[in-house]
């Protein structure tokens, strides 16, 4: 399959036309739901999100204001989802690769996943992109240090290149990262898909 810029139904019509077809879709149809799972982090980065795409179904990379945001920088990610077997980290905040213990940036996130994993991690992200919508899921795994079971939240949310030939991004959120002592670290997240997955509707639907 193709990147989600060239197949997709988000670019199957010009960019200005898609938004003038989405004008009144301000506000995400999902006001239940997924949405009410989400943490008070992750509904900060959509209420970022929700102001960046105005009137639109959804913002540009240039309208991204990562200022508004800075808090969350240490733990959000941007990946460019070029195929449902390829998306690479473009960002990754310092928390984030501290935690995995290794540079993520460059990486592709689909190839960090266990192979049995991978087209589950591939569904929900793919979705995310080419619905368009926001995806949710759940991992948890063992503390490195204590042995309790922890869970961490990943949001990720569909964001337009500026340049339409480029490859669609997501731009994302880990919440409840768990404290670490120096040295230790943490793989499952990044080896294995999100036991519990959700769509969150923008105003497009989400997948089947």
């Not at 036309?17 to 999902?30: G, S």
């Not at 929700?50 to 990562?66: I, T």
Request: glycine share 8%.
């Amino acid at each position: 399959m193709t990147a989600p810029h060239r197949h997709s139904p988000l670019h199957r019509q010009p960019l200005q036309t898609l938004d003038t077809e989405y004008d009144t879709a301000r506000a995400p149809a999902d006001t239940g739901g997924a949405a009410a799972l989400l943490s008070k982090d992750s509904r900060q980065l959509l209420a970022a999100w929700q102001a960046w795409r105005g009137d639109r179904l959804l913002p540009h990379r240039r309208d991204m204001n990562l200022v508004s945001i800075a808090r969350l920088m240490p733990r959000l990610v941007l990946l460019e989802v070029f195929s449902p077997q390829r998306m690479v980290f473009r960002l990754a905040g310092t928390e984030l690769e501290t935690l995995a213990g290794l540079r993520l940036t460059g990486r592709d996130h689909i190839a960090l996943a266990q192979p049995d994993q991978r087209a589950a991690r591939s569904r929900l992200l793919w979705g995310a992109a080419t619905q368009p919508c926001g995806a949710l899921a759940f991992h948890s795994f063992p503390h490195p240090d204590s042995g309790r079971l922890h869970q961490i939240e990943a949001f990720m949310l569909p964001i337009l290149p500026d340049d339409n030939t480029a490859p669609m991004q997501l731009i994302g959120l880990a919440a409840g990262l768990p404290v670490v002592e120096v040295g230790s670290h943490v793989t499952r997240p990044l080896e294995f898909a999100g036991a519990t997955q959700h769509f969150l509707d923008l105003g497009a639907g989400i997948p089947a």
